[in-house]
DNA sequence: CATGAATGAGCGTTCATTCAT
DNA sequence: TATGAATGAACGCTCATTCAT
């Protein structure tokens, strides 16, 4: 794989723009103009627009993953881990809207949906730790008896929306909400 | 005069197909073709492209007012209420599961923002019982003393992510499921 | 040929609208409904937009002519006689800015070009009695010795422009101005 | 680089299209195709289609200037002047009979109308040297007293239907003829 | 005779992608 | 490697015309 400067310039200018503006009406050309390099020179380190979105998003998921894995308390409980990891997407997401953005256009995107089925079936490192925290958590009794996905969707649902509101302009995170609504989303999940 | 079957099967292939595809891939050629009329015919309905989402979108909304609203238990508690909003929309989307698809895609585009401003100023019928329900609970000190959007997020955003699940098949919602989630729901807004 | 109230309504509508805005930007709906008419009742009248517009413009060019051959001085000098037509002319479009400024669209149309190869060659009521104006003319050593359609052009293609003009506001045609205006064309083509 | 020659390539086609069958009669197309490249490739040299049809006006109207400032009298008479004037223009467009057809079919567009305005405010090197002319000449009493806008119809006026006569076949305009009908337009003018 | 819903070719324009330089 | 001019299919939309009622 070519790996160089302009490879990563592309990759953000596309990031930012997309996140803005969406798949359709981020073109090439524009991409390439704002990363300054000519349009073909994209092609020389993406096969193609799909190539070039596919590879942002893993790419984005490992930035998000490499940041709740840091500082992870691994010997806490349970609730413990489980209020740290949702503060830390919450916190990465505040400093990165654009990377919010950009991943509620790729989520509901053909790509996306592909993308989510292999999640849930458990290969990336993220989820691991996730299904990890829940399915230990509801063998110990500790979080409600439902399905993982059910747990994942109480636990994290509600994050989409606020930063979206945030974002928006609608809602103020401060560090005082961002703990209460932190805390609610645990108790939505404990037992 | 025109026949309004026409126009309903206008909207409903488009409602399918934008479902499934999004606005970008949903063609008015395609629209047209699957409807069985020639392009040219959607624009004796329609003026545009927007105005055919925009009238898909108020329709869409005005059917799961309509759902929410119908047997809404007035005089019950807020829990009750709640409760009953929560699992409505939950069958509804269940029932019509394009139409969550359709919602989604529409959330994020820029139609999809602009209404949902108009939805936290408080226009709407579905939100005046949300606000309701919810400012009310506040200030009773039933729910936790939370902006009303966190409220709103934590008790509706897992069901997009819950539905979004369903619908691709990582998660049976059963009668159980439904009840068990919708409590959880509660549980992350109550104080 | 058929003929009702709703054939001249749909030419005095297609005169006006063309006038204004020009032949392709009136279509035969919006003829139609400024008309009063369904869209498919303008093909009872006419065979298509190209009759229309043949019908419209034949029917324009009688009644100029009508207007000019009326009181029509046959009995006085080819002066007279000249300076009676050319104001004649200036007159009748004064009082129908929007035949002036339809006859200026068709004029430069294709199916203008062909009209006018018509015209030349001598069928046409009107350009009978200029023709005798102004050959006799020239045979009597009253007007330039030049071709006929070089007399015709100094003679009335002012008038064109002057039209235009005053239509537009650049210029007030005033009797005295008229007057002027008529005598300087008589300027240019006599001895 | 922008190669200036399929500029010029794509602008003289259009400019004997528009000329022949009109701006709407002429699409991007067609334009293209005749210019031997692809309809997008169009859009790399002009914006959009009025774009396109602003540039071609202006390349004309520059060329028209230079010719007619070309070799200027400066020094002459009035009536020196005048005449040379009109022959030059004479001359240009019977060299460049498209030309004139294609200024034709601007003068009566939206686009004509609004450029006729901003003549008659006198911004364009033309015009200066035309309303120099006349002005001085009605000042002096060389011309008659009239408003510049109708000298400058008698002026010009004849020219216009002379030109169309010459394309279509009608009048053969050889030196002599010009000479007289030149000297006609100056007989109608001057005092 | 009159209607107006329906048609579909054609318009101006965009943009992912290619390829000669 | 990098360029950017060129491509052409596809888009949203218009409108002269037809035809079942």
């Given at each position: 794989m070519i790996k160089t400067d302009k490879r990563a310039d592309i990759m953000d200018v596309a990031l930012n723009l997309i996140a803005e503006r969406g798949f359709h009406d981020s073109p090439m050309s524009l991409i390439a103009r704002e990363a300054g390099v000519?349009?073909?020179?994209i092609y020389r380190y993406f096969e193609s627009k799909d190539a070039l979105i596919l590879a942002l998003t893993r790419n984005l998921e490992d930035r998000i993953n490499e940041t709740v894995q840091d500082?992870?308390?691994?010997?806490?409980s349970i609730r413990e881990k489980f209020l740290y990891m949702n503060r830390a997407i919450l916190k990465y997401f505040m400093s990165y809207p654009r990377h919010f953005l950009y991943m509620e256009q790729f989520s509901i995107s053909p790509y996306g949906i592909s993308n989510r089925k292999e999640k849930l079936l458990g290969k990336s490192d993220r989820n691991k730790i996730m299904i990890d925290i829940f399915e230990r958590g509801v063998e110990q009794g500790?979080?409600?008896?439902?399905p993982i996905s059910a747990i994942f969707a109480l636990a994290f649902g509600p994050l989409q929306t606020l930063m979206r509101d945030h974002i928006l302009g609608f809602l103020r995170l401060d560090e005082a909400t961002i703990e209460q609504v932190t805390q609610a989303c645990w108790d939505a999940i404990k037992k």
């Open positions: 000519a349009a073909g020179t500082e992870y308390p691994a010997g806490e500790i979080l409600k008896a439902l």
